[in-house]
Every structure is written in C-alpha cells, then in structure tokens.
C-alpha cells in the first residue's frame, strides 16, 4: 500500500509540475496581437513600447480601411487596461503608439490600433504636430525598403503626472530598423511630449541613450 501511495504521490507532482503557477510582471506583460506586439506596464496603464512591422506592399491598396475612432478597453490584460474614459476632458489625445494610418489595407488591423494597449496620453500639439510628423515620414520612406520594424513607446517613470491611473509621459521613442538588400539600419528618435517645430533629425539619438532612459535593451 505504501509503495502503491508513494507512486500516486509521484505521478501527481509530475503531472502538476507541468502547471505550476508563474509569476506575472505586471510591468512587463508580453501579449502579442494580430498587428503588434506590447509589453504593458499596469503600474502605468499603457505598455513600455509597441513592436511592428511595416511594408511597402501593405501600405498600397484600392479597397482602404475605415478610420472608426472607436477606442476599446482591453480587459486582456491582468487587472485590464486604462479605459477610454480615463482620458475624457483630461486635456490630452489618446495617443497612437502603432498609428491607425499604418494599416490602411486591413480593417481589422486598423481596428486593433484602437485597442487601449496602444494608447499614451499625449499632448495635442504633440500627437496632432511633430509626431504626426514622424508618422507620416516613417509610412513615406517604407516603400524604400524591404521592411521596416517599429519599436516606439513611452518613457515611463515613477514620477510621472497622471490622469485617473494613467501616467503622462513627459518623452516618447521611435525605434526604425531599416533593412534593404540584407543590409539593417537602426535609427532611433526620441521626442519630449510637447509642441515642436524642429526637423526630425534633431530627434535623432544613440539606440543607447534610448536603452537608458527606457529601462529596456532593444536589439542592435
């Protein structure tokens, strides 16, 4: 009887070890849609950075997307995300991360840019100005090359301002990995969160200073 328990006892931990619990970094939580990856940080409600990829051949059709604004709530995500009413009369746009423009071939894609976990309080001179600047040059320079991959997200920090839970950010980042003819070129922006009249190229900064004000190594 006691070897027979001994062997229960036995096939029971190995069964179980193979669902044991794992610790979720609400920080850092990983989730992968069907436009883009995020890492979402709870403690912030909205994620350290957005990951996608661009092509000249998904940028170019007759049959375009329908723009909706409908913004949605992701409760996905652990304890769910920011709500959209979080940012209602806060003064600051529900900012893009991944921009809608950026999937104008496929309505589901371009619905998904409106999920929450895509969204940072920006301000509006911001979001609608320089920003939109960039958005607009990084869809324009795409059909230059094979791919581009975009990494853009906020720098997030303890004692940032906040509207309801939600941080606002006082810097946001843009991440371009070029690639043409097996050849990658890294070019990173980083921007403050207000109005600019600059050239993009004053944005321009080492891929290292972007790794230490973010907290993240991105590839190089």
């Not at 051949?57 to 995300?81: P, Q």
Request: with cysteine; aromatic share 14%.
């Amino acid at each position: 009887m006691i070897k027979l328990l001994t062997l229960l006892l036995l096939s029971t931990c190995a069964l179980f070890a193979q669902v044991l619990p794992v610790k979720i970094d609400r920080t850092n939580q990983i989730k992968e849609y069907n436009g883009f990856t995020v890492s979402y940080n709870e403690l912030h409600e909205q994620s350290n950075w957005v990951l996608y990829t661009l092509k000249k051949e998904t940028l170019s059709c007759t049959d375009l997307a329908t723009r909706k604004n409908y913004f949605k709530d992701d409760f996905t995500i652990e304890t769910a995300s920011a709500y959209d009413e979080d940012y209602t009369k806060s003064g600051y746009d529900r900012g893009h991360l991944k921009a809608a423009a950026d999937e104008p071939c496929n309505q589901e894609k371009m619905d998904e840019t409106f999920n929450m976990v895509n969204i940072s309080p920006q301000n509006p001179s911001f979001n609608r100005g320089v920003w939109r600047k960039l958005e607009n040059y990084v869809r324009n320079i795409t059909f230059e090359y094979d791919s581009i991959v975009v990494i853009t997200g906020p720098i997030l920090s303890p004692d940032l301002k906040k509207i309801k839970d939600v941080s606002v950010p006082e810097h946001f980042f843009k991440i371009l990995y070029l690639f043409k003819d097996d050849v990658k070129t890294i070019v990173p922006y980083f921007m403050d969160n207000k109005k600019s009249y600059d050239d993009l190229e004053k944005f321009m900064v080492p891929l290292s200073f972007i790794n230490k004000m973010s907290g993240f190594k991105f590839p190089d």
